[in-house]
C-alpha cells in the first residue's frame, strides 16, 4: 500500500510440491503464486518477488522514483542477490529489528490485521455453506480475493 492508498498486487506463498495456476485463479488481478515445498519464503521466492515488481513497476507511476518494501529482519530479505535486485529496480528496502515488526511495523495492525480477519470471516463463511467439506486450495484464491478487496482500502 502507499501513501494514495493504491495497492500493489500481491504473492501468496503455498506449501506444494507441483504449482498448479488454477490455485490463484480467482485470486485479485495480477496475484503472483508461489511454492516451495517448505510453505515458507525463501531467498529465491523473495528474488521471485522482486522480479514481479520490476514487471509492474513501470505501470504504476506512483512508485517512481522508489517502491518502500518494509520487512522483518528474516534471512531471505538480507541475501546478497535480492539485495542487489532491489537496489537496481529502486527497491527501498526497510529492516526492522528481530521480533518486534508487531510493534513497529504499521500495516501489521492498519491492513494485515483487518486483512485476517476478513479471510477467517470467509473461511467461516464458506464452512457454514459447504457442511462436510473442507478448505482446498482451489478455494484459496476466491476466498482471500474477497478479504483482499474489504482491506485494501484507505
Known amino acids: 500500500m502507499n501513501p494514495i492508498g493504491s495497492f500493489v498486487s500481491p504473492a501468496l ?14 485470486a485479485p488481478a495480477g496475484t503472483l503464486g508461489l ?5 515458507w519464503m525463501t531467498g529465491d521466492l523473495f528474488c521471485n518477488l522482486h522480479i514481479h515488481l ?8 506512483y ?5 518502500s518494501l518494509l520487512l522483518d529482519g528474516h534471512v531471505s530479505h538480507k541475501q546478497l542477490e535480492v539485495i ?6 529502486g527497491v527501498l528496502m526497510i529492516c526492522f529489528p528481530p521480533h518486534c515488526t508487531h510493534r ?22 464458506w ?27 484507505m
Open 35 to 39: 511454492c516451495p515445498e517448505s510453505g
Open 104 to 125: 513497529l511495523q504499521p500495516l501489521d495492525v492498519s491492513y494485515f490485521g483487518p486483512l485476517s480477519t476478513y479471510y477467517n470471516q470467509g473461511i467461516t463463511k
Open 127 to 153: 464452512l457454514k455453506n459447504n457442511p462436510g467439506r473442507t478448505v482446498t486450495p482451489f478455494q484459496l484464491g476466491k476466498l482471500f480475493s474477497e478479504a483482499y478487496e474489504r482491506s485494501a482500502t
Open 54 to 61: 520490476k514487471i509492474i513497476k513501470p505501470y504504476l507511476p
Open 63 to 67: 512508485l517512481k522514483p522508489y517502491l
Open 84 to 89: 542487489s535486485l532491489a537496489k537496481e529496480n
Open 13 to 26: 506463498i503455498f506449501s506444494r510440491k507441483k504449482w498448479k495456476q488454477e490455485v490463484i485463479d480467482d
